[in-house]
């Protein structure tokens, strides 16, 4: 599948963005990586197809992942950012085991 991701921008700390990100077909997985700059690409969040959600230890209950199954569509509420959330987001898509897709990324930025 194809993915559009949308929504990063430019934030304050303590503020808010909510990333979308619209799937081409149908996805078993769904989820959000980052990567910050001189960092690897690390896990966000992801939430199967009728499964439970899993987020990284930094997300700290700040962050809320869910899905539109039949917009095929995953978002991201990302609420109290720090400037340490500071990366490329990257939508993540599983179709089946093995068959990875990856959206474009989006930039988000948290700074005064």
């Known amino acids: 599948v194809q993915l559009q991701a949308s929504g990063g921008g430019l934030v304050q700390p303590g503020g808010s963005l909510r990333l979308s990100c619209a799937a081409s077909?149908?996805?078993?997985?769904m989820g959000w990586y980052r990567q910050a700059p001189g960092k690897q690409r690390e896990l966000v969040a992801t939430?199967?197809?009728?499964?439970?959600?899993n987020y990284a230890d930094f997300v700290k209950g700040r962050f809320t992942i869910s899905r539109d199954i039949r917009k095929n569509t995953v978002y991201l509420q990302m609420n109290s950012l720090e400037p340490e959330d500071t990366a490329v987001y990257y939508c993540h898509a599983r179709e089946s085991p093995g068959i990875d897709s990856w959206g474009q990324g989006t930039l988000v930025t948290v700074s005064s």
């Open positions: 939430l199967p197809r009728g499964g439970t959600t």
């Open positions: 077909g149908r996805t078993f997985s």
